[in-house]
């Protein structure tokens, strides 16, 4: 499996200027290679190098360099269509797909340019990279990790790394092939429900409240909006200091219950059922102001990471439908809407039972995951002889 591994590149000055005149000129030349891809409807690789190569090699490129930059624009095209075929910018009468169709894609300045090992070598030992620029090849020049990262940069490093400048630091981001652990046969498997109120509730007691997530993100609403209010320049420079600290503390709180819900289960040999959420944004309407709490929950990261946590693990996991699964019994498998008396109480209209609605949730997802599981898995009857 592909992870990536993000180092910090502690450059000299003219070195760091060496790098930021490379990603402008990169993604200046990027953008002119997608107008002449929009232009002339370029739709492969080798046909639109054969419109662009030479001129991208007489702007000062190297031959690798030049290579990347019609590759990345490619791509970009790419997942442009993708995500067109699968409906992630609308219908095709609306506003946001005819704009996104209407005219070529640009790149930010600072944008992403990958690099191979050709233009790019590591010295792990001395903590140091030799990278190519604009300026000439640049050695020498020293990046910062975890000792982890360091470990899993020296053992699964493969294929190219992405140079990114973010508030005027430099970073590389490595793709590391990353070996998976064979899956085991699981003796049951652990329910678990996403929510708001409790960002995940298990089928086996855990419970991660987002009670401190929900009065983090109001106090940054609250500031962002208080610091937008006064419209001077150390307002801005703080505004963008700011920008992803709050990304960040919700990607760190989902690693942290990823891990725990991964760990619990490789621990007792059990599979992981999680609920299949593609399109809630779409399909669920909410007033206004639940809006926001919606639209900010991150659950769809906080899958992938138990995914790629639990694939590196080898525990087995499955998606189910989780429809009606707030108002199932877990105990009986009487379905009612009234079964759901409030958002943390449930009561069973059938059988009387008395639970917590979220853990009833995840009860009846770990019943469904192990139908999905058996209903899936290799026969064990011997062959007949």
Request: proline letters at 3%; a positive charge; aromatic letters at 6%.
């Amino acid at each position: 499996m592909k992870i990536v591994t993000q180092v910090k590149l502690m450059p000299e000055a003219d070195h760091a200027a060496a790098l930021r005149s490379t990603l402008r000129t990169a993604n200046d030349l990027a953008c002119w290679v997608s107008e002449v891809a929009f232009v002339n409807d370029v739709p492969r690789e080798y046909e639109l190098r054969k419109h662009t190569y030479a001129h991208l090699k007489a702007s000062g490129l190297g031959a690798q360099a030049a290579q990347h930059v019609i590759k990345k624009v490619r791509d970009a095209y790419t997942t442009l269509r993708a995500n067109i075929h699968a409906g992630n910018l609308g219908k095709s009468t609306s506003k946001r797909r005819i704009k996104a169709q209407s005219k070529p894609i640009m790149f930010r300045p600072d944008a992403a340019q990958p690099y191979d090992d050709r233009c790019l070598s590591w010295q792990y030992d001395q903590q140091t990279v030799s990278i190519w620029t604009m300026r000439g090849r640049i050695k020498k020049v020293r990046f910062v990790c975890s000792a982890d990262a360091l470990k899993v940069l020296q053992r699964y490093r493969k294929g190219e790394s992405d140079l990114i400048e973010r508030d005027g630091a430099f970073y590389l981001i490595a793709t590391c092939e990353i070996p998976e652990a064979a899956p085991y046969e699981p003796d049951h498997f652990i329910g678990v429900d996403l929510g708001i109120v409790n960002i995940a509730t298990t089928s086996t007691g855990y419970q991660a409240t987002g009670r401190q997530l929900t009065r983090y993100r109001k106090r940054q609403l609250a500031l962002r909006a208080k610091l937008q209010k006064k419209r001077t320049k150390s307002t801005k420079r703080r505004l963008k200091e700011r920008s992803r600290r709050e990304q960040r503390h919700v990607k760190n709180t989902n690693h942290i219950i990823a891990k725990t819900i991964v760990t619990e289960a490789a621990r007792t040999s059990a599979g992981i059922c999680l609920e299949e959420l593609k399109g809630i944004r779409q399909r669920v309407r909410l007033r206004k102001p639940q809006r926001v709490a919606l639209h900010s929950w991150a659950f769809a990261q906080l899958g992938e990471f138990i995914v790629y946590k639990a694939r590196r693990a080898g525990v087995p996991v499955v998606y189910v439908d989780p429809a009606y699964s707030s108002k199932e019994c877990a105990d009986c498998g009487h379905v009612d809407r009234l079964n759901r008396i409030s958002q943390a109480t449930f009561v069973c209209r059938s059988c009387g039972v008395v639970a917590h609605a979220d853990r009833n949730a995840s009860r009846v997802l770990a019943r469904r995951g192990e139908n999905v599981w058996t209903a899936g898995r290799e026969s064990r009857v011997p062959a007949t002889p």
